[in-house]
């Protein structure tokens, strides 16, 4: 089940964490729309606000840290995919909309030639091309997929000849915003899907309900047009071919699901700390830190969590996000 697609911003930056008080992110909600004149708010201010409240009351207190401010109806749209989300006929509940162009000049440098097909290691491409590009780091909680599908987008537009390097390409980026039942491995499934029909996630983020629902956003590449017609098909056939993973009965599992299973276990990708070298920060989140490392001569992405909030939940979506990987 689908919702009409929509045109604008998935979040704005991060709240620096020092100043951010979740109530005083619904009170900012509320007041935009108050004075907006926002139809509901303004006809039942007092019923408004309990709705604002009990959607805020449901989510990790990480959520309001993605709110923005200028895209307050976002919150509105989060309540009607949980609501959607409700009735097991319409899981899971998806909502696709355009962001933005990114544009992507690549700089005169060196040839990046291999003798392998044009694929070029990563920490040659790093040292010897450079692209300009300007990343959309609008959801707080960095993953490492986010950085892998980056990298690899990159990798793609150096791959190719040198008149078209000589190019300004225009990389279209969408939005998908995902509810369903909460479930283990949830975000593994949603990821597959989203890479089964060829897009790159930028960027991702999960929240989880208090009464068993999941609020799921991706931010993603890999779609050549702005218009979302083809990718609400392209989602719903992805859907289809994996059914039996969202209806919960006896079906045979699909390809993605045998994919899933197939992962590699924590022991598979242990490594050798003495060997990686933790350079500076990336990224700050509301459970840990993002690190550029090198590992073996390969750049790397390291996410270090923080004691105080490390727990079972964030172990395990950790782990998912490795199997994907």
Known sequence: MDLTEGVGESSSPPR?????????????????????????????????????????????????????????????????????AKDPERRPVYHIRFLELITMTPIPRPACDTDDGGVVP??????????????????????????????DMEERYHSGDVSRRQEVSHVPIHEFIFSTVDKPKLLSQLSALLSDIGLNIREAHVFSTTDGYSLDVFVVDGWPFEDTDGLYKAMEEAIARSEGSWSGSSHPRSSIDEALAAGAKPGDWEIDRRLLKIGESIAAGSSGDLYHGVYFGQDVAIKIFRSEQLNDTQEEEFAQEVAIL
């Open 122 to 151: 990563s920490q040659k491409r790093i040292k010897d091309c450079t692209i300009e590009f300007e990343p959309c780091f609008k959801l707080e909680d960095l993953n490492l997929d986010v950085r892998k599908s980056s990298k």
């Open 16 to 84: 620096s964490f020092g100043s951010f008080s979740n109530h005083d992110v619904r009170n900012d909600v509320y007041n935009r729309f108050i004075e907006s004149g926002h139809e509901e708010a303004v006809s039942n201010p007092e019923l408004f606000r309990e709705h604002i409240d009990s959607h805020f009351n449901r989510l990790p207190a990480s959520y309001g840290l993605d709110v923005n401010m200028d895209k307050v109806e976002d919150v509105l749209l989060h309540q009607k995919l949980l609501a959607m």
